[in-house]
């Protein structure tokens, strides 16, 4: 199966992970909706590039991924647009820092709402349509905390062990349908997201921009290599190919060997 001619969404695809998954399928022809919580002329501008470069159809459709409600307009408003959902990937994600004891509560509230409820409300309103083509392929970007853990990141390392739980739980009751689902477990990923924390992190540690990213952010990930978003892009494109049709209800670390430690 050809991933030409196909539809996808991916929420949170203004930048870092979701823009390079939107601009893989999209150079493989695929129509795309980018999604974010903004609605600024730079988010369409993005999407009127990814059509003017691919020829392809590509729309941007801002929805707070925060928003159970929005999530599913989100699904509806892609199928209205382009006729039909043939691939979603649930990318938004956000993260926070902080002692499980300290962790302010509405910082927790969102990252489960943004990184982990939305994944269930936007695959609640793919599935119909998905049923209704006879196809579909849905893609959770969870981490490599997504089976893993690290101090300081208890709503993020939570969020992310629900959305691969959920991913085998989608799996199994789509089993014998023409859909699968199926989790990327990224290690880092030099996204605009972690370039921020950079600068910082030189400041705290007393440490060069090679000593930080080699000693500090790439500690867990053996291959002393960040991942990267056309990485990640390229994986979801497999997963969307006809070789992953007996993949499903799995995860697949993109992860420079970090979870075989
Ligand atoms: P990023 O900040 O560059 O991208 C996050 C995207 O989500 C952006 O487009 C942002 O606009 C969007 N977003 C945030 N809040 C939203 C909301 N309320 N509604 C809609 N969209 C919203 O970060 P990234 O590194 O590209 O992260 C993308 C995904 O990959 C996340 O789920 C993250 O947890 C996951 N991930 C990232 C890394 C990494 O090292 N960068 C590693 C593992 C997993």
């Not at 709402?113 to 599935?127: D, E, G, K, P």
């Not at 921009?209 to 080699?214: A, G, K, N, P, S």
């Not at 892009?233 to 190919?241: D, E, I, K, N, Q």
Request: charged share 20%; glycine share 8%; proline share 4%.
């Amino acid at each position: 199966m050809s991933i030409s001619g196909k539809s996808a969404i991916i929420t949170g695809s203004n930048s870092g992970i979701g823009l390079g998954i939107a601009e893989e399928l999209a150079r493989l022809g695929a129509n795309v909706v980018l999604n974010s919580y903004t609605d600024n002329p730079e988010d369409h501008a993005l999407a009127d590039r990814l059509a003017d470069e691919h020829k392809v159809q590509a729309h941007y459709v801002q929805a707070d991924m925060a928003d159970g409600d929005a999530c599913r307009m989100l699904v509806n408003r892609g199928h209205e647009l382009m006729g039909r959902v043939d691939i979603l990937v649930n990318n938004a994600g956000i993260q926070f820092v902080a002692p499980i004891d300290e962790f302010p509560a509405d910082k927790w509230n969102r990252i489960i709402a943004i990184n982990m409820n939305s994944a269930y409300h936007a695959t609640a309103a793919v599935l119909p349509i998905m049923r209704s083509q006879g196809w579909g392929r849905v893609v959770n970007i969870a981490s490599a905390h997504g089976l893993t853990a690290s101090p300081y990141k208890s709503a993020y390392v939570a969020a992310k062990h629900g959305v691969v739980g959920m991913t085998k739980v989608v799996a199994l009751e789509t089993a014998q349908e023409p859909i699968t689902c199926n989790a990327i477990c990224p290690g880092y990923v030099l996204t605009p997201l972690v370039e921020a924390q950079i600068p910082d992190t030189m400041k705290q540690y007393d440490m060069d921009r090679e000593t930080v990213i080699r000693d500090v952010l790439l500690e867990r990930q053996p291959s002393k290599q960040f991942a990267t978003v056309e990485q990640i892009g390229g994986t979801v494109a497999f997963l969307c190919s006809s070789a992953a049709d007996q993949i499903t209800g799995t995860t697949i670390s993109v992860d420079g060997g970090w979870t075989a430690l």
